[in-house]
């Protein structure tokens, strides 16, 4: 019987082995990036790599930020990947909702013309993007940033899938008690996706945030800059102390860590759900 404990013991150790270290490869580019961020400016072209700082230079975060208008590139950010987090949410749900749960002629069509764009990479679509955007007047304008991000095709896929795992005879129950489409939604979907609607909030949020050749495109103004754009020039002014560049990337990772935190018990319930099921 023990001989069997520590065999089960050494087989789950030995499947864990290789996710810590592949965890551990992920997470040691940020951990350089964040010690650096607190090293003096020379120690970053040191032969060696000093992972804890002798000397601590919080300082180099408040340097930074005077440097450039960052706190108003921050909160153009966070407007911009806020409104398209809750417009991926609001259309992807509805979306994945009328392509789960409805028939009508051509809907496998839609799916697979849906589907399709996710193979279109962004530079296809750029110009065409920014013409429609051009005609509306939105250049140089949050809802020209957010504008064509509200709804992904992943996201419709996403929430598609899982809501075809909620059985159809709850809704055809809630139909004959009299409740509308909205209410089914509202009441009966909405609470059992709280996991697949977690991962859309986190993914769209991400993407977002990390955008940068659209913001591009569509933006000339300072005032409408985003994080990244404000992130890459000042990584281009050579005038810049490097380990301050630092301190400005480990300030763009903080969101969307943050973000990952708040919805970590849905998306963990989400898994432990879909490995049960399994």
Not at 65 to 83: D, E, G, Q, T, W
Not at 93 to 102: I, N, P, Q, S
Not at 184 to 208: G, H, M, N, Y
Not at 251 to 276: I, N, W
């Amino acid at each position: 019987m023990r001989r069997r404990a520590m065999l089960h013991a050494l087989s789950r150790w030995s499947g864990l082995a290789p996710l810590a270290a592949l965890a551990f490869l992920f997470v040691l580019p940020i951990v350089w990036m964040t010690t650096t961020s607190f090293q003096a400016g020379e120690k970053m072209f040191q032969l060696t790599t000093e992972w804890i700082p002798s000397v601590w230079h919080p300082e180099n975060y408040g340097n930074a930020l005077s440097r450039s208008a960052f706190p108003r590139f921050f909160l153009n950010s966070a407007i911009v990947s806020a409104s398209v987090m809750l417009g991926n949410v609001v259309f992807c749900t509805l979306a994945g909702y009328g392509l789960a749960k409805f028939r009508f002629p051509g809907d496998r069509l839609l799916l697979l013309v849906i589907l399709s764009t996710l193979m279109l990479p962004l530079e296809v679509t750029l110009v065409p993007t920014f013409l429609v955007i051009h005609k509306l007047g939105w250049v140089n304008s949050y809802q020209g940033i957010a504008g064509p991000l509200l709804i992904d095709a992943f996201g419709v896929f996403l929430m598609r899938q899982f809501i075809l795992k909620i059985p159809s005879d709850y809704l055809e129950a809630a139909r004959i008690d009299g409740a509308g489409e909205l209410r089914i939604l509202r009441s009966i979907i909405l609470p059992q996706c709280k996991a697949a609607l977690a991962v859309l909030a986190l993914f769209s949020f991400r993407d977002s945030w990390d955008q940068f050749l659209w913001p591009l495109v569509v933006v000339s103004r300072d005032e409408f800059r985003t994080y990244p754009l404000g992130l890459v020039r000042f990584g281009d002014d050579y005038g810049n102390p490097p380990t301050e560049q630092m301190a400005i990337a480990v300030l763009a990772t903080l969101p969307v860590f943050l973000l990952f935190l708040v919805l970590q018990r849905a998306l963990r319930k989400g898994f432990d759900l879909s490995a049960f099921k399994g």
